[in-house]
């Protein structure tokens, strides 16, 4: 709520570049956007950021039940030694991925 206008702005407008990007990248027919402000709305981060979460066809049987999904369960989740892991050369070449297809649409510069 501190941001000004412009900043608001930008920050909508950047996000609206970044979930296209994920969505080319990951192959996503959808998204959600989520911002979280105070403890009671769920921010667990004390500072402004977008949660995008990428959604597929049939992901869940509800498609709305992903943030009582996510809220329901998150110390489980985070905690949870059965959480599917990526390999760090699979995520390296995500990371490289991402970083290649940003700086070829003008996101990213280094």
Same mark, same amino acid.
Request: aromatic share 8%; proline share 5%; no cysteine.
């Given at each position: 709520?501190?941001?000004?206008? %412009? ?5 909508? &407008? =950047? ?5 296209? +990007? +994920? !969505? !080319?990248? =990951? !192959?996503?027919?959808?998204?959600? #956007? /989520?911002?979280? %402000? ?6 667990? +981060? /004390?500072? &402004?950021?977008?949660? $995008?979460? &990428?959604? =597929? *066809?049939?992901?869940? *049987?509800? *498609?709305? @039940? #992903? ?11 985070? @905690? /949870?030694?059965?959480? *599917?892991? +990526?390999? $760090?050369?699979?995520? @390296?070449? $995500?990371?490289?991925? &991402? ?5 070829? %649409? ?5």
């Amino acid at each position: 709520m501190e941001l000004g206008e %412009e900043e608001v702005s930008e920050m909508m &407008l =950047f996000s609206r570049r970044v979930t296209a +990007l +994920l !969505k !080319k990248a =990951f !192959k996503a027919e959808s998204f959600n #956007w /989520s911002v979280q %402000e105070g403890e009671a709305a769920g921010q667990t +981060l /004390s500072h &402004l950021h977008m949660h $995008i979460v &990428l959604r =597929f *066809p049939g992901d869940l *049987p509800d *498609p709305g @039940d #992903w943030y009582p999904k996510i809220q329901g369960n998150y110390k489980a989740i985070l @905690d /949870s030694a059965s959480r *599917p892991r +990526l390999k $760090i050369t699979e995520i @390296d070449r $995500i990371v490289k991925s &991402l970083r290649k297809q940003s700086r070829e %649409e003008g996101l990213y510069d280094r």
